[in-house]
């Protein structure tokens, strides 16, 4: 079936340090690939999206490149500041009709960027 | 443009009792998804809503049930309530004519069961 494995967290970072959160997928067909970051008591924002191989989404200083060669969508930022604390999730949204509405997701990655 | 609003944001109930949770997507957004998140289990699919029709599902019992309404706000419904059904309850809605498109999530309603 389909799935999304994330590296385990916490990730603490200093401030201005370079982040990479590490995402792999199983899915059969072409995907569609997502970042959503929830910070604490609210729902998921929105971070990127890529579509299909080799798209490149980028947002707010953060990137991700859909490789399907690798079937990796790995997340990263140049610097990261204090208020980029949060939890990142990464998620899949496949093709078919027993899939239609379904964000398949990992198991998130906590940030913790201290100053 | 208004976000996707939930209502109420927090409930605390009893088991064996029911409860219902609300959704307001956004303007023009016909698709509704919902979802459960817990420490445990993280995120899960529960079942999407198009048209008032009820397109797909996940692996949650019977006690779990949704409808959509002509405006396309939607409803969730848990009966039988245990104490396992604790959780964040996420809304989502998208614009699910086109392949792609990401769903955009409100903020949740926390309920605790006593």
């Known amino acids: 079936g389909n799935s999304v494995t994330q590296m385990e967290g916490p990730v603490t970072l200093s401030e201005e340090a370079f982040l990479t959160i590490n995402c792999t997928y199983t899915a059969t067909g072409y995907p569609s690939l997502f970042w959503y970051v929830q910070y604490p008591g609210e729902g998921l924002q929105l971070l990127l999206k890529a579509t299909k191989a080799d798209d490149k989404g980028s947002n707010k200083g953060f990137e991700a490149t859909y490789r399907k060669e690798t079937t990796s969508f790995h997340l990263e930022k140049g610097s990261v500041q204090v208020s980029d604390s949060a939890v990142y999730f990464c998620a899949l949204s496949a093709g078919g009709s027993s899939n239609t509405g379904k964000l398949i997701f990992g198991q998130g990655t906590t940030l913790q960027v201290k100053p | 443009k208004a976000g996707v609003t939930q209502t109420p944001r927090y409930l605390i109930k009893t088991r064996g009792q029911q409860v219902t949770l609300s959704c307001s997507p956004i303007?023009?957004?016909?698709?509704v998804s919902w979802y459960q998140q817990t420490p445990g289990q993280g995120l899960q699919f529960l079942f999407e809503?198009?048209?008032?029709?009820?397109?797909n599902k996940g692996n949650f019992p019977g006690r779990f049930s949704g409808r959509q309404f002509s405006n396309s706000r939607s409803e969730m419904n848990v009966s039988t309530l245990e104490l396992g059904d604790s959780a964040l309850y996420l809304c989502?809605?998208?614009?699910?004519?086109?392949?792609?498109?990401?769903?955009?999530f409100g903020d949740g309603t926390r309920l605790s069961i006593l």
């Open positions: 989502a809605s998208s614009l699910a004519e086109l392949v792609g498109q990401p769903q955009h």
């Open positions: 303007s023009g957004h016909r698709s």
């Open positions: 809503y198009f048209s008032e029709t009820q397109r």
